[in-house]
């Protein structure tokens, strides 16, 4: 299964990124969409799992989850808005964490991109950064990758500056 990632779109989902993810089969989106339409656009685009974010309103938050938990050939995928990282979890996140046992954990908000290994959990964290233009991050970010038989594998990360539309 070939993956799309992204996070923090504050309402813009635009050409670059629709062809950064044109070969991908589905799209994993890690929170604020911004509105109900970019989701809608989104999922008319590709296949779409994603969870609300702390920016989402109630629109928003009535087609998406606070946390979604989901297998994904072999692998248990853990996604929510606000997560941190090893050492630094937000609560919330290590309880279903902890309770859930994900072998991936994707998060986002930080708007900052980041994969990290959590060896204590044995679990590979992702937070693809921030796709809008909304935001104190200067570069615009998604990630793409594939899994096969639980192993991830080409991961690629792309990067647009900000001002670029």
Request: with cysteine; aromatic share 12%; glycine share 10%.
């Amino acid at each position: 299964m070939y993956i799309g990632l992204i996070s923090d779109t504050h309402g813009v989902f635009d050409e670059p990124f629709m062809d950064f993810f044109k070969p991908v089969d589905e799209i994993w989106h890690a929170g604020d969409f911004g509105t109900l339409e970019v989701a809608e656009v989104m999922a008319a685009f590709k296949p779409l799992i994603g969870v609300y974010g702390n920016c989402d309103g109630t629109d928003v938050r009535l087609d998406y989850p606070l946390y979604r938990l989901f297998d994904c050939c072999g692998m248990k995928v853990l996604m929510t808005h606000i997560g941190g990282y090893p050492g630094r979890y937000d609560p919330r996140a290590r309880v279903l964490i902890d309770e859930f046992r994900p072998d991936i954990f994707v998060c986002g908000h930080s708007h900052i991109l980041k994969v990290v290994n959590d060896r204590r959990r044995n679990m590979l964290v992702m937070n693809p950064g921030a796709a809008g233009i909304q935001g104190f991050h200067l570069v615009r970010t998604a990630l793409r990758f594939r899994i096969e038989n639980a192993d991830i594998r080409d991961m690629e990360v792309f990067e647009l500056d900000r001002k670029i539309r």
